[in-house]
């Protein structure tokens, strides 16, 4: 079977750093990928991990241990504007791309 | 057009009639994406079209639930006898491939159903 486990929520602060992590179990896995979810709209891409290791796009970075079944994604210099869910999603081998619950992240002032 | 296009944006239906969802992917994307989304839940997979391979049915939940794509652009979703739990936002979403190279995928604003 297939399954992502990720925190179903999330607080921090303006300006803080925060994790989201993601645990993994697919057949035949080709890369995590992240999406951002605002209240009421479609989710959009953030990042893509194919190989081990950090990739980082401005405040955000995601992380990939393919050997652990693990991955994070790490906000820095959190806005207001990043309260959103968050989804990580596999692919598997026949191209599906499946995605986990979802983590609601609430920014604080 | 510039991105996945949907429609209606908004349907509400009288339970036990049947819907019909449309998608219009970005021109040129092979890979077609039908997910659920129910309020405050996660994205739940429905069916995946990629190019003219026969589509990855495995999460339509029932009978009631089936998609065509034809000429490799067009989608729609049905679902015959709309019972109350089906009232969700249904998704579509394409890409131009999967794997290593070109991974991402584009949603549309979604198809928000409401059976009553």
């Known amino acids: 079977g297939q399954s992502l486990e990720q925190p179903s929520e999330v607080t921090a602060v303006e300006g803080a750093i925060v994790q989201i992590n993601c645990t993994y179990q697919?057949?035949?896995?080709?890369?995590l990928s992240w999406y951002q979810q605002h209240d009421g709209g479609a989710p959009t891409f953030l990042s893509y991990?194919?190989?081990?290791g950090l990739e980082e796009t401005g405040r955000f970075s995601s992380f990939l241990s393919r050997s652990d079944s693990y991955g994070y994604l790490l906000l820095q210099e959190l806005q207001m504007k990043d309260s959103a869910s968050y989804f990580c999603?596999?692919?598997?081998?026949?191209?599906?791309?499946?995605f986990g619950q979802g983590t609601e992240l609430s920014v604080k002032p | 057009g510039a991105g996945v296009s949907q429609s209606p944006s908004n349907k509400v239906t009288e339970k036990g009639k049947d819907v019909e969802l449309r998608c219009d992917p970005i021109?040129?994307?092979?890979?077609l994406y039908w997910y659920r989304q129910s309020l405050g839940q996660g994205l739940e997979f429905l069916i995946y079209?990629?190019?003219?391979?026969?589509?990855?049915k495995s999460g339509l939940p029932s009978d009631r639930f089936s998609a065509e794509r034809t000429g490799g652009s067009v989608s729609t979703l049905t679902i015959q006898r709309t019972q109350q739990e089906d009232s969700a936002v249904y998704l579509c979403?394409?890409?131009?491939?999967?794997?290593?190279?070109?991974?991402?995928?584009?949603f549309g604003e979604g198809s928000w159903l409401t059976v009553v």
């Open positions: 079209f990629q190019g003219n391979s026969a589509p990855d």
């Open positions: 979403a394409s890409s131009s491939s999967y794997g290593v190279s070109g991974n991402t995928i584009y």
């Open positions: 991990n194919a190989l081990d």
């Open positions: 697919t057949s035949g896995f080709y890369g």
């Open positions: 999603a596999v692919y598997n081998q026949g191209g599906k791309l499946i």
């Open positions: 021109s040129g994307h092979t890979a």
